[in-house]
């Protein structure tokens, strides 16, 4: 058996070596349609695209990604071709949950606000969104939550978030078409009907928020301040938007190690259920270094404010921040 690899997912060589005769590690947007003819498997992140192009004339059998979104890979003809696929559904929801609570902390701190008497939207509700709920709720924040695809009766309608919310946080998937599509979700339509003067947090997809139209809501005052971690054309960012939000960061609110170990864990399990397998064993986050010293305080784990610093000091290291990322802890488990 024959695997290729992402060379940059952390973790898993150890568990990949125990499944396959042989593990070929590669960069990711590197990946060839030689590179993985004679493969039974691929495991990716969302670097690699996946379709007919890459995949035609192959005898891979599976296609794992190791993250959450599936863009990347075109579902059609992973059908048509018989090839099995398989994400990793919420893997690293409680890292994003992490980065959006440290930021609201920050927020908080750097710019005084007082979170106990603001209301906060939170648009899509699944894996990430519900775990940020529970972060706003502890904070005492009123919540307000849009999500159309699961219309929950306690749910309201995007028009009330616009009109009522002081922070609007998205954690939708990227649709483009249909009548939920989410590209460029927040437009200039969007930033002409908020109200509140908000602020925004985008760690979904880059193109749910429209950046020019962004960009130009912070210049004149409609929108009060951003957080983004994700953004249209990366890793080509818009500089001039980075340089204006209150954070930004390369596409890396998910990255801590623990939610690297849930993905890792899920592709093994995938890969063992669909080639038959025994199961090389679970694979754990490292701990945390014996001279951590913790308070209590979320931003002892994590500040996202030092990796806003590294991105807007040097735009042009986006893709390589983020493939040399030093993953976080989520939890201090001492």
Same mark, same amino acid.
């Given at each position: 058996?024959k695997?290729?690899?992402?060379?940059?997912?952390?973790?898993?060589?150890e568990?990949? =070596?125990?499944?396959?005769?042989?593990?070929?590690?590669l960069?990711?947007?590197a990946?060839?349609?030689? +590179?993985?003819?004679?493969?039974?498997? @691929?495991?990716?992140?969302?670097?690699t695209?996946?379709?007919?192009?890459?995949?035609? =004339? *192959?005898?891979? /059998?599976?296609?794992?990604t190791?993250?959450?979104g599936?863009?990347?890979?075109?579902?059609?003809?992973? /059908?048509?071709?018989g090839?099995? !696929?398989?994400?990793?559904?919420?893997?690293? %929801?409680? %890292?994003?949950?992490?980065?959006?609570?440290c930021?609201?902390?920050?927020?908080?701190?750097?710019?005084?606000?007082?979170? %106990?008497?603001?209301?906060?939207?939170?648009?899509?509700?699944?894996?990430?969104?519900?775990?940020?709920?529970?972060?706003?709720?502890?904070?005492?924040?009123?919540? @307000?939550?849009?999500?159309?695809?699961?219309? /929950?009766?306690?749910?309201?309608?995007?028009?009330?978030?616009?009109?009522?919310?002081?922070?609007?946080?998205?954690?939708?998937?990227l $649709?483009?078409?249909?009548?939920?599509?989410? !590209?460029?979700?927040a437009? +200039?339509?969007f930033?002409?009907?908020?109200t509140?003067?908000?602020?925004?947090?985008?760690?979904?997809?880059?193109?749910?928020?429209?950046?020019?139209?962004?960009?130009? &809501?912070?210049?004149?005052?409609?929108?009060a301040?951003?957080?983004?971690?994700? !953004?249209?054309?990366?890793?080509?960012?818009?500089?001039?938007l980075?340089?204006?939000?209150?954070?930004?960061t390369?596409?890396? &609110? =998910?990255? %801590?190690?623990?939610?690297?170990?849930?993905a890792?864990?899920?592709?093994?399990?995938?890969l063992?259920?669909?080639?038959r397998?025994?199961?090389?064993?679970t694979?754990l986050?490292?701990?945390?270094?014996?001279?951590?010293h913790? $308070?209590?305080?979320?931003?002892d784990?994590?500040?996202?404010?030092? +990796?806003?610093?590294?991105?807007k *000091? +040097?735009? *042009?290291?986006?893709e390589?921040?983020?493939?040399?990322?030093?993953?976080?802890?989520?939890?201090?488990?001492?």
């Amino acid at each position: 058996m024959k695997i290729v690899a992402d060379d940059k997912i952390p973790y898993i060589r150890e568990q990949l =070596g125990r499944l396959a005769d042989e593990v070929v590690y590669l960069p990711g947007a590197a990946i060839t349609a030689d +590179d993985v003819r004679d493969a039974d498997a @691929l495991v990716v992140r969302t670097r690699t695209r996946c379709d007919e192009q890459l995949l035609g =004339g *192959s005898r891979v /059998q599976m296609v794992a990604t190791a993250t959450i979104g599936y863009d990347h890979i075109d579902t059609a003809y992973m /059908q048509r071709a018989g090839i099995e !696929w398989t994400n990793c559904p919420g893997c690293n %929801s409680g %890292s994003v949950a992490q980065y959006v609570e440290c930021a609201l902390l920050l927020l908080q701190r750097e710019k005084h606000l007082a979170l %106990s008497d603001m209301t906060i939207g939170i648009v899509g509700c699944g894996h990430v969104g519900s775990k940020v709920r529970a972060v706003a709720e502890r904070m005492g924040m009123r919540v @307000l939550v849009c999500d159309p695809l699961l219309g /929950q009766a306690d749910f309201v309608s995007l028009d009330i978030i616009e009109r009522e919310a002081d922070i609007i946080t998205f954690h939708v998937p990227l $649709t483009r078409d249909g009548e939920h599509a989410t !590209w460029h979700m927040a437009d +200039d339509g969007f930033m002409h009907r908020i109200t509140r003067v908000p602020i925004i947090i985008n760690t979904s997809r880059g193109e749910v928020v429209d950046n020019e139209a962004l960009l130009r &809501a912070l210049n004149n005052g409609r929108v009060a301040d951003a957080v983004l971690d994700v !953004w249209e054309h990366e890793p080509q960012l818009n500089t001039a938007l980075l340089q204006r939000v209150f954070i930004g960061t390369p596409h890396i &609110a =998910g990255y %801590s190690a623990d939610g690297k170990t849930n993905a890792d864990n899920m592709v093994i399990d995938a890969l063992c259920r669909h080639f038959r397998l025994p199961h090389p064993g679970t694979i754990l986050p490292p701990p945390l270094p014996d001279s951590f010293h913790y $308070t209590g305080c979320p931003l002892d784990l994590y500040d996202p404010s030092s +990796d806003s610093r590294q991105l807007k *000091s +040097d735009p *042009s290291s986006f893709e390589s921040l983020r493939n040399n990322y030093p993953l976080r802890r989520e939890y201090f488990d001492k």
